[in-house]
């Protein structure tokens, strides 16, 4: 009833084996940063970046939907006219899209 020698020394040694089980869990790891994580990231970026130039004129969407043209920009809102003497205050970061961007005016030489 007792195991034999032979059948004690078999079990042991699966170092190697633990390591070999790692791989798919780091593989799934990697996929998903690829896919999920880095685009959300870069994503983010590309929204920082509108939002930090935005300026006056700019016309723009925001995230509930209301459309309109940039008055004034200040630190952290803008004052948006989203009809004929109807303005508005928006916090910035709630700017979903910019529609149409005004042009900087050339420098004549």
Same mark, same amino acid.
């Given at each position: 009833?007792?195991?034999?020698?032979?059948?004690?020394?078999?079990?042991?040694?699966?170092?190697?084996?633990?390591?070999?089980?790692?791989?798919?869990?780091?593989?799934?790891?990697?996929?998903?940063?690829?896919?999920?994580?880095?685009? /959300?990231?870069? =994503? !983010?970026?590309?929204? +920082?970046?509108? $939002? #930090?130039?935005?300026?006056?004129?700019? *016309?723009? &969407?925001?995230?509930?939907?209301?459309?309109?043209?940039?008055?004034?920009?200040?630190?952290?809102?803008?004052?948006?006219?989203?009809? /004929?003497?109807? =303005? !508005?205050?928006?916090? +910035?970061?709630? $700017? #979903?899209?910019?529609?149409?961007?005004? *042009?900087? &005016?050339?420098?004549?030489?």
């Amino acid at each position: 009833m007792f195991a034999t020698p032979a059948y004690a020394q078999a079990a042991g040694g699966s170092g190697g084996a633990a390591f070999a089980q790692f791989i798919p869990l780091v593989l799934i790891f990697a996929i998903m940063y690829f896919l999920m994580i880095r685009p /959300q990231q870069k =994503r !983010v970026k590309q929204h +920082r970046e509108m $939002v #930090a130039a935005l300026k006056k004129g700019d *016309q723009i &969407v925001t995230q509930g939907g209301l459309i309109g043209k940039v008055v004034s920009a200040r630190d952290d809102e803008l004052e948006v006219e989203i009809a /004929q003497g109807v =303005r !508005v205050r928006v916090v +910035r970061s709630t $700017v #979903a899209q910019v529609i149409s961007a005004t *042009q900087p &005016v050339a420098a004549n030489s």
